[in-house]
């Protein structure tokens, strides 16, 4: 929930709002904020708006924007849903494809021979069903994925450069690069020092 007050400055005007007890959960005004932005569960919440100083005329307008909050999930082949891919990338098979495999495969022996993942879920947003609305905030989103054989640290980079799942070592150029330029420098997520087999979520 977002409420945002216009006229603040020249009517002193105070917002404040209330949970159902009447305890105060958020203040906006002169010298604090013209806008609340509150996480709110499922209840009964008040608005109080008006102004601190009575000599004072005029008006001022209040506006409230609730969005619901929705929790979808996207699996390749689940409920109709076809924009997900995925391959990986081996060094020691420069040459070969392997998006038609059931499991991808992440290794790191040498920055020549190392294998690496590639995952990429494309029309998630629009106007069709379980697609997330333009404009709306994206608060969480977690990844998961089961690990058949346990490792060393694993760490997820935003690719910046386009790929397909045709994709090869030899294509993409020796790999992808964590450069800034074909995929992000620094890790968006980055697991624990031992990934155990077994299901992993990544927030």
């Keep these: 929930m977002t409420a945002t007050l216009a006229g603040v400055s020249s009517l002193s005007t105070v917002l404040r709002v209330y949970n159902s007890s009447g305890t105060q959960l958020a203040i906006a005004g002169p010298n604090v904020s ?28 209040l506006s409230v924007t609730h969005r619901e909050k929705v929790s ?68 969480t989103a977690t990844l998961t994925i089961y690990i058949t054989n346990g490792g060393n640290r694993v760490n997820l980079h935003r690719m910046l450069a386009p790929w397909t799942d045709t994709a090869t070592w ?20 980055q697991t624990a020092t031992s990934v155990p087999t077994g299901w992993l979520s990544l927030d």
């Design 34 to 61: 013209t806008t609340i932005t509150l996480n709110v569960t499922a209840g009964t919440y008040y608005l109080s708006a008006g102004s601190n100083n009575d000599a004072l005329t005029g008006s001022f307008t």
């Design 72 to 139: 979808t999930t996207w699996q390749q082949g689940v409920n109709g849903y076809t924009g997900g891919s995925d391959t990986f990338l081996s060094g020691s098979s420069p040459t070969s494809n392997f998006s038609t495999w059931t499991m991808n495969q992440i290794d790191y022996t040498s920055a020549s021979l190392q294998e690496q993942s590639l995952l990429q879920f494309k029309n998630l947003f629009g106007s069709g069903a379980s697609q997330i609305p333009f404009g709306s905030e994206v608060v």
């Design 170 to 189: 030899n294509s993409l150029t020796s790999g992808i690069q964590t450069n800034g330029v074909e995929a992000v420098a620094t890790p968006d997520v």
